[in-house]
């Protein structure tokens, strides 16, 4: 390579290493280095710099000029020495020099640093010299070596990189080597991205953003860089410092689907999380669902800790929680109703969305507001190269996205739509009385991704949904999600970055009655909340990955309005006041190794909750049931006004012990605050369920988790393993009371109960990942129960003992099973049994005041019959040609294939004066489904 010495050019390999070692000895002369240097040169490059200084110093430079970029700088320097000028003008690359001042040379150097003496202590005992296999337990290091010529293999891919630094003086036994993973292809961030260094038992996975982050010892390592769908790849470097390697990753065919199954499962075995599971949308390709319909929803009931109230219902229960203890993200906004059609269809585009983080347990620290689970949903980044398209048509919904490139690597749009077309099948069914009703429903969404450099990208989603529909004549259901949010990612150093997100979400619901009479009405109920989330990630030190920022929301609640539909109404209109309330945290974890073997992850959150005007709130006689009999005084508050506040700090801990490189333990405990609450007298949750905040009367519910499980990988990391038992308490729960009207009643406190939870488990997990059958098969044992106890008998449940709760089922099993024929055809099984749910039964009669009434059983004292299901499917691909211009694959189901009649609910009517119970089923027989789907 061409190299400078004065005025001269000529041709050097590499800096020899005999050269090397007598520079090591070299004595310094009596010469002084000249000390009035002034150098003012602007719009410069830095060669031109050192031709400066090596023209006023006298003293010969040795470099080469492929170390030199081509940036240019302004450099002013007024009477220094040659040592100062040389510290300013290479203080931003990567260049150290070593002066000869006998020889009136100056060696420029990339990276490394020359010493001519030893470090003190260098000699620990007498004159033995400290081999370098201990220099790290020491706390002194070598200088990386010096490669020779042949030391890089030829049949390496990349070249040699050098990472950092060397600074005079540094001797640290380990440096930090982070980046970032993205797909050359698409420009997306390449998670759970396996890297390894070989010859060690270094290994590391990149996080949800690509990013990653890995402790050597300074010198020569290969790192070894592998994931699914991804061309292995394989890095030569030298570490010198703290440093920045980002990996372009590029697109393979075949070879990689058994490394990154290994990289998820490592991930469950040296993680510290407990109760977590991450689902990529594609593994819901082949499991049968009903009508067709991909859901990663659907697709978490079958983990164990996850079920609803049953077939269809809204809303999941995660360990023992109720259906407003979840809390949902798409893109960071909250999205209050996940679902169409009363649960039988997900509200998210299967084509869009890229992955599901659940935890159930080991909250991350940034998130709060809910006491059960977070479900953190991703949209995918679009393809920023090459335009892309998927779409599928079945009986009952069509959809369609595409990934268009804005600005080539830099920039996409994602445009997702989905809609259903269901009015056929109610018009084609024999009972009259649904033969005029409608059903239907669409989303939307539309993400856009741009990378400003290696430093900033942005990413902006805006989503909506809406459901119609009339079950009978008189009546049209609506409800609606909408949400937007704006992300900015930055990085900051090699060990810090940001992320700054502002999210908005709304929920609306309505029914527009038009009957006979003059009684047609429009009823509407919202809620909206806006938020702002500020989360700094930084890598200290060689074993501190630290999380903290800070957390705002404001809620604005229609707590529900009612108005007359036309001149002709007579309903009288009623508007409850609204709510608001301004909710917020500061947050800070750190995650760190306390050995090889022994991990922790300690995080602490403290939340805010401030009840704000304007309001009207009631106060009630002390030691008196909260009824319309005791009210105290009536209290105004006026705008802005904070007029009740909640808080306290919130503990994330975590732990996990290696026993073996695939045999960990772990164990965590959390506790939270949820300050707002679901007002439901129906025993599954509804589409028009109502929010509320906590206020003056109704407390914010408070609960804490503690978990313990096992993690084993074996059979060549084929198989998966996992086993964690629960224990979880909860506080001021809401329940209704008997007879209780929620919806529309400007004093709601008089309606409900607030108690206490509980809940525990166990769950049991066995994964295949890899071969032509795969799968898993889940089971859960697992109790929840709630008490409502009171001195008043009217604010009692079942005289204050604990009571199953409604969706209590202590056995639960999930088998799901996919097996590939041929790399064209597969088969796939989702066998599901759960015990019934409980259910209050009338048990007999009494009369008084000669009339008859129906006396009811203690509180969900009784089941309904036990639930089990069997679905059934085929995946038939077209040929796997490269560069087909579309490729293709019908998905051919059958769902509930034993035609099992599943109760959804029990009830009981009375009819010639007998009780007479009845259930009703959604899905009683078996459904069939085709569905064609095409990628291009």
């Known amino acids: 390579m061409p190299t400078r010495f004065g005025s001269g050019v000529f041709l050097i390999s590499r800096v020899s290493s005999s050269l090397i070692f007598c520079l090591f000895f070299f004595m310094v002369s009596n010469a002084q280095e000249p000390a009035s240097l002034t150098v003012d040169l602007d719009d410069s490059t ?62 420029l150097l990339q990276n490394a640093v020359i010493y001519d003496e030893l470090p003190n202590n260098f000699f620990v005992q007498g004159d033995t010299l400290i081999p370098s296999a201990q220099l790290a337990d020491t706390g002194y290091n070598r200088s990386p070596p010096v490669l020779l010529e042949n030391s890089t293999d ?32 698409t420009g997306k961030p390449v998670p759970d991205l396996l890297i390894r260094v070989q010859g060690s038992n270094k290994t590391t996975l990149t996080d949800q953003e690509g990013v990653y982050a890995l402790e050597l010892p300074p010198g020569y390592h290969v790192l070894l860089v592998s994931a699914l769908g991804l061309e292995e790849m394989e890095r030569e470097i030298i570490l010198y410092n703290d440093g920045t390697l980002d990996l372009k990753m590029k697109e393979g065919l075949e070879e990689l689907e058994e490394v990154v199954v290994e990289a998820k499962t490592l991930r469950t075995i040296e993680n510290t999380d407990t109760g977590s599971e991450k689902i990529v949308l594609e593994e819901s390709k082949n499991i049968p669902l009903v009508l067709g319909e991909r859901d990663i929803l659907q697709l978490a009931k079958a983990l164990p800790g996850i079920s609803s109230a049953g077939e269809g219902a809204t809303g999941l229960n995660v360990r023992g929680g109720k259906t407003d203890q979840n809390l949902v993200l798409l893109d960071n906004a909250v999205i209050y109703n996940p679902t169409h059609f009363f649960g039988i269809f997900q509200a998210l585009n299967p084509f869009t969305t890229e992955s599901a983080e659940i935890y159930k347990a080991s909250i991350p620290v940034e998130f709060g507001g809910r006491l059960s689970s977070v479900f953190d ?127 908005y979400s709304g929920y609306r619901f309505g029914i527009d009655y038009d009957g006979e009479g003059n009684s047609d009405f429009d009823l509407n109920y919202d809620i909206d909340e806006t938020s702002f989330v500020y989360k700094l990630f930084s890598q200290v030190g060689k074993s501190h990955r630290v999380d903290y920022g800070i957390s705002t929301k404001f809620y604005s609640v229609n707590p529900g ?6 001149e002709e109404s007579e309903v009288s ?131 804490y988790q503690a978990t313990l499980g096992i993690y084993k990988l074996f059979g060549d990391h084929r198989y998966e393993l996992s086993l964690e038992g629960y224990y979880k308490r909860m506080d001021n729960v809401l329940d209704f009371k008997t007879g209780a009207n929620l919806f529309l009643n400007e004093n709601v406190e008089t309606q409900v109960l607030q108690g206490r939870g509980k809940a525990y488990g166990v769950e049991f997990l066995l994964k295949k990942n890899t071969g032509r059958l795969n799968g898993w098969f889940g089971y859960t044992y697992s109790r929840s129960f709630y008490r409502f106890d009171s001195e008043f008998s009217e604010e009692r449940i079942n005289d204050g003992e604990y009571f199953p709760s409604n969706f209590d089922k202590p056995h639960d ?124």
């Open 573 to 703: 209109p009623v508007v409850i006041e609204k709510e608001q309330a301004i909710e917020g945290a500061l947050f800070i974890g750190d995650e760190f190794d306390l050995s090889d073997r022994l991990q922790l992850s300690v995080g602490l959150r403290y939340a805010f909750f401030a009840a704000a005007g304007p309001s009207t709130q009631r106060t009630y006689q002390e030691g008196s049931p909260t009824n319309e009999g005791t009210v105290a005084d009536t209290l105004s508050f006026g705008s802005g006004d904070l007029y009740k506040t909640y808080g306290g700090p919130e503990v994330r801990l975590s732990v996990r012990y290696l026993l073996d490189e695939d045999f960990s333990v772990k164990a965590g405990f959390n506790n939270a605050f949820q300050f707002i609450h679901t007002l439901s007298n129906n025993t599954t949750v509804s589409p028009i369920d109502t929010w509320k905040l906590s206020d003056l009367n109704i407390k914010p519910q408070t609960g």
């Open 561 to 566: 309005s009612i108005e007359p539909a036309g």
């Open 813 to 936: 099993l999930s088998i799901i099973a996919n097996y590939r024929l041929t790399r064209r055809f597969s088969f796939s099984g989702n066998f599901v049994y759960q015990t019934g749910r409980p259910v209050t039964y009338p048990v007999g009669t009494f009369r008084f005041n000669n009339a008859d009434y129906v006396a009811f059983s203690d509180r969900n004292q009784f089941r309904i019959p036990d639930f089990y299901r069997l679905d059934l499917g085929v995946n038939i691909e077209g040929n796997h040609r490269k560069n087909k211009l579309a490729h293709s694959f019908w998905s051919i189901s059958v769902y509930n294939v034993l035609g099992r009649n599943n109760p959804y609910s029990v009830f009981f009517v009375t009819e010639n004066g007998e009780i007479k119970a009845l259930q009703s089923s959604i899905f009683a027989v078996p459904i069939p489904s085709i569905t064609y789907n095409i990628k291009f």
């Open 377 to 503: 949903i991703q949209t995918l980044n679009g393809n920023t190269n090459e335009f892309e398209g998927e779409a599928s048509i079945g009986p009952v919904t069509a959809n369609l996205a595409l990934q268009i490139p804005v600005v080539k690597e830099k920039s996409s749009l994602v445009v997702g739509g989905r809609g259903a077309y269901a009015d056929w099948i109610l018009r084609t069914l024999d009972d009259e009385s649904l033969n005029n009703s409608e059903a239907s429903f669409y989303d939307g969404i539309v993400k856009y991704h741009h990378k400003l450099n290696d430093n900033n990208e942005i990413q902006a989603t805006a989503y909506l949904s809406k459901d119609d529909f009339s079950i009978t004549q008189d009546s049209l259901y609506n409800y609606s999600n909408r949400l937007a949010t704006l992300k900015w990612n930055h990085r900051y150093s090699e060990n810090t970055a940001a992320t700054l997100s502002l999210t």
């Open 154 to 185: 030829s049949s390496t891919r990349y070249s040699l990189v050098r990472i950092g630094k060397a600074e005079v003086g540094q001797f640290r036994s380990v440096f930090t080597l982070s980046g970032k993973a993205t797909n050359v292809s």
């Open 46 to 107: 830095l060669l031109d710099v050192i031709l400066e200084l090596e023209k006023q110093s006298g003293y010969h430079f040795f470099f080469s000029e492929t170390w030199i970029g081509d940036k240019k700088n302004t450099l002013t320097l007024y009477n220094v020495t040659l040592t100062e000028a040389l510290d300013q003008a290479l203080n931003e690359t990567d260049l150290n020099y070593y002066i000869l001042e006998n020889e009136k040379r100056v060696i």
